[in-house]
């Protein structure tokens, strides 16, 4: 956050007409936005974003995506059980928001509890090295594995390390966790599903800096997109199309955010 302080303020004095950014924490940019609105330069946070009353927010809604996981985990498991939750990057708003989204989703579904939270930052590597530091202090009977993207094959490597059974994971929208998806689906018929934000949320970000910069009228400060999602029938279609590494992502276009923008006022 210090770093991207010092980066807005160099914008700001050397004349941007427009300024996106992947916040890293929603509040303490804001002093710095609020003096890059007072300068004229529209601010459009993405992802992460600012709370400057000033600048405009482009994201998905993150406490239903973290609320859905609860409403799928209870269609696949209605008796409920024992649930693991792998959180993200601590302090930003996005694990705040899934976070609270799981809790509502447990709270509405009392058939869960939640067991065990470690941090995954968003990373397979650092997923599973949490996942197989917290489990020798759970019990046997986890059923589910709530996640916030990115996490769901390092979650599925550390149970399999441990001989621990395999719960049902809550996958991200990364190349590795729907081809260790397709696997077991072709083992055995395992079934979940796939939420996450598209990388390519930042395009969304970029034509609505780029609709302010034109004279667009009346745009909301607050716009809403689709977070990505692939269930049982459609995810093997999406993997087809990429390669290891990948993540699976949308490329906004003008008009598809000329539409959004109508939409979210």
């Known amino acids: 956050a210090t ?16 300024i996106v950014i992947n916040a890293a924490n929603p509040e303490s940019l804001n002093s710095v936005v609020e003096e890059a609105c007072a300068q004229g ?19 998905v809604d993150f406490v239903d995506m973290g609320y859905q996981e609860i409403v799928f985990l209870a269609e696949q498991l209605p008796e409920g059980g024992k ?15 899934i976070s609270e989204g799981i809790h509502k989703g447990v709270a509405d579904y009392p058939q869960f509890e939640i067991v065990g939270s470690v941090p995954g930052d968003w990373a397979q590597d650092v997923a599973q090295q949490a996942v197989a ?8 009977d986890i059923v589910g594995v709530v996640t916030q993207g990115g996490d769901g094959f390092g979650a599925a490597q550390a149970f399999e390390d441990a001989g621990r059974d395999r719960p049902l994971i809550i996958m991200g929208n990364r190349q590795d966790e729907l081809a260790w998806w397709k696997e ?11 939420l996450s934000i598209a990388p390519g949320t930042s395009t969304a970000a970029f034509w609505v800096a780029q609709q302010l910069l034109a004279g667009a009228e009346d745009v909301p400060h607050d716009i809403i997109v689709p977070y990505l999602r692939w269930d049982q029938d459609n995810f093997e279609a999406a993997l087809a199309e990429m390669e290891p590494g990948d993540v699976g992502t949308k490329t906004y276009t003008k008009e598809e ?6 939409a979210n006022r």
Do not use: H, N, W
Request: charged residues 20%.
């Open 184 to 194: 077991q689906k072709d083992l055995d018929g395992y079934t979940t599903t796939s």
């Open 41 to 59: 330069i529209p601010v459009v946070s993405f992802d992460g974003v600012v709370t400057a009353d000033c600048a405009y927010r482009v994201g």
């Open 133 to 140: 530091g917290i489990l020798p202090s759970l019990p046997d």
């Open 83 to 97: 649930l693991l939750e792998i959180r993200g990057l601590a302090g930003t708003s996005i694990d705040e928001q």
């Open 257 to 262: 955010m000329q539409e959004a923008i109508e």
């Open 3 to 18: 770093l991207q302080q010092q980066q807005l303020s160099d914008m700001i004095l050397e004349g941007y007409d427009a």
